[in-house]
């Protein structure tokens, strides 16, 4: 596998959705690896808007990534439901939930385990990956301790040396505004991203959980950033 990691020179994979979060993963990423070095993968997996792939590709040529895989993964509306897989639900948090339902059960466990074999494939032994703890919807695969124990789990299921890079882990919204200012991406961020539950790319609907977010942590930055 030495062997592969020379011939394909890939470092890193990033788990690469379009959105704001992965957007600023690939930009951190290629500013430690190089673009040359640095590999993304996007996942089709019955999702409301097919414009997320389309929005993985935008930024995947912005940053000038080496590869960018699109990997399918039909079975998720078979053993689950929520309102990402079924158009017909309307988007809202439950009374008495701890988060929206838009939650798609176990999603960061499949999409990093499939990201870690892609990686081992190409000799990366870095994962990016855009969760965040300190600004979120309550979703438990987002927090810290679920990230370790999968890295944990994918290096005793492969025997590889992988290691889950999640910069944004500790970051509010406002602040991965203002990191997305440093890095000079700020304009390219705001305005050709898609968070938007409902399709809508840049600064979305308004309406929906993920732009009410989004929308805060902007507004913050912004007061600072004056």
């Given at each position: 596998m030495r062997?592969?990691?020379?011939?394909?020179?890939?470092?890193?994979?990033?788990?690469?959705?379009?959105?704001?979060?992965?957007?600023?993963c690939a930009a951190l990423a290629v500013r430690r690896h190089g673009a040359e070095s640095v590999a993304a993968?996007?996942?089709?997996?019955g999702q409301r808007h097919a414009a997320e792939v389309r929005h993985a590709r935008i930024v995947a040529a912005h940053?000038?990534?080496a590869l960018h895989k699109t990997v399918s993964l039909p079975f998720y509306k078979?053993?689950?439901?929520n309102a990402l897989l079924d158009p017909s639900m309307k988007i809202g948090r439950p009374k008495g939930?701890?988060?929206?339902?838009?939650?798609?059960?176990?999603?960061?466990?499949f999409f990093l385990l499939a990201a870690g074999v892609y990686a081992k494939t190409l000799?990366?032994?870095?994962?990016?990956?855009?969760?965040?703890?300190?600004?979120?919807?309550?979703?438990?695969?987002?927090?810290?301790?679920?990230?370790?124990?999968?890295?944990?789990?994918?290096?005793?299921?492969?025997?590889?040396?992988?290691?889950?890079?999640?910069?944004?882990?500790?970051?509010?919204?406002?602040?991965e505004w203002a990191l997305a200012g440093k890095l000079g991406e700020f304009d390219f961020i705001r305005k050709?991203?898609?968070?938007?539950?409902?399709?809508?790319?840049g600064d979305g609907c308004?309406?929906?959980?993920?732009?009410r977010l989004r929308a805060r942590g902007l507004r913050e930055y912004l007061r600072t950033r004056g």
């Open positions: 062997r592969t990691e020379k011939k394909s020179g890939i470092k890193a994979v990033v788990v690469l959705s379009g959105g704001q979060d992965s957007a600023l993968v996007t996942f089709r997996y940053f000038g990534l078979d053993i689950t439901a939930a701890s988060c929206p339902n838009t939650v798609v059960e176990g999603r960061n466990a000799g990366a032994t870095e994962i990016y990956t855009g969760v965040s703890q300190a600004d979120y919807s309550g979703y438990p695969d987002c927090r810290a301790a679920f990230v370790r124990a999968q890295e944990r789990m994918m290096r005793l299921a492969m025997e590889w040396p992988f290691k889950i890079v999640t910069p944004l882990m500790d970051l509010t919204k406002a602040q050709k991203t898609l968070t938007c539950y409902n399709g809508i790319p308004g309406k929906c959980p993920a732009c």
